[in-house]
Nanobody, 120 residues
């Protein structure tokens, strides 16, 4: 069974930064998604199995960076210049197919989520 363990969430003031981590039990294409209260889960960023391809939601381009350390089977989401509207539970997800994807339904495994709260 694939295990994904997220960490790094917390409370930060607007304009601050956080780095989320997702440690996987293997190597997969990975994505980050978020879900705010009362809203649907939405795509944030994704990275291929090799790390050579990355996708971002338009709303986070230039602000968030996804990366991976394949030696550690860990994917990161560096979030800078955070805003209150970035408040959500952030989930990492893994898919067996090596290419990244923006559609959450195309991911096979999910972490438990980590809360990110940005205060104004």
């Amino acid at each position: 069974q694939v295990q994904l363990v997220e960490s790094g969430g917390g409370l930060v003031q607007a304009g601050g930064s956080l780095r989320l981590s997702c440690a996987a039990s293997g190597r997969y294409a990975m994505g980050w998604f978020r879900q705010a209260p009362g809203k649907e889960r939405e795509f944030v960023a994704a990275i291929s199995w090799s790390g050579g391809s990355t996708y971002y939601a338009d709303t986070v381009k230039g602000r968030f960076t996804i990366s991976r350390d394949n030696a550690k089977n860990t994917v990161y989401l560096q979030m800078n210049s955070l805003k209150p509207e970035h408040t959500a539970v952030y989930y990492c997800a893994a898919r067996i197919i090596k290419l990244p994807d923006r559609d959450y339904s195309n991911y096979d495994y999910w972490g438990q989520g980590t809360q990110v709260t940005v205060s104004s």
